[in-house]
């Protein structure tokens, strides 16, 4: 069975688009811990990030990285965090969250940061606009 990733890579399931190439899509979280919060995947559909070819894994880190740019340039924070977790969906995935302090990056019992379609769509517009590949 796909995993929901997969599912959004196939157009199956929507999502709030930042960036895509032929190996790698990046898309809002749609449960935040931050406005801002992105996730990078390889389209590629392999559970475990230190699974991932050479090739393909040194790529999604560079992928990530001009991601990560563009969102700083979006959100206001301190710094974009890298968080690679792998648990919650069997599909090898990147966290990016802008952040100002670590309190700001919990993964258990924190509150979620709710936002509206409207607002997530406009913010992955103004972060799409912003990414260099």
């Known amino acids: 069975m796909p995993?929901?990733?997969?599912?959004?890579?196939?157009?199956?399931?929507p999502c709030h688009?930042?960036?895509e190439t032929a190996d790698y899509l990046a898309f809002l979280d749609v449960r935040p811990q931050a406005?801002?919060?992105t996730l990078c995947i390889t389209k590629k559909e392999i559970?475990?990030?230190?699974?991932?070819e050479d090739e393909l894994y040194t790529g999604l880190w560079l992928f990530s990285k001009k991601v990560a740019h563009a969102v700083k340039k979006v959100v206001p924070c301190k710094r974009v965090?890298?968080?690679v977790i792998g648990d919650e969906v069997p599909h090898t995935h990147v966290h990016l969250?802008?952040?100002n302090s670590m309190a700001d990056v919990t993964f258990s019992g924190r509150a979620k940061v709710e936002m509206a379609q409207e607002e997530m769509a406009d913010l992955a517009a103004r972060?799409?606009?912003?990414?260099n590949l």
């Open 35 to 37: 406005k801002g919060h």
């Open 81 to 83: 965090c890298v968080v």
């Open 97 to 99: 969250i802008p952040f």
């Open 127 to 131: 972060i799409a606009a912003e990414v």
């Open 17 to 19: 688009k930042i960036a």
């Open 47 to 52: 559970d475990y990030v230190f699974d991932v």
């Open 3 to 13: 995993s929901i990733f997969t599912r959004i890579v196939n157009g199956e399931i």
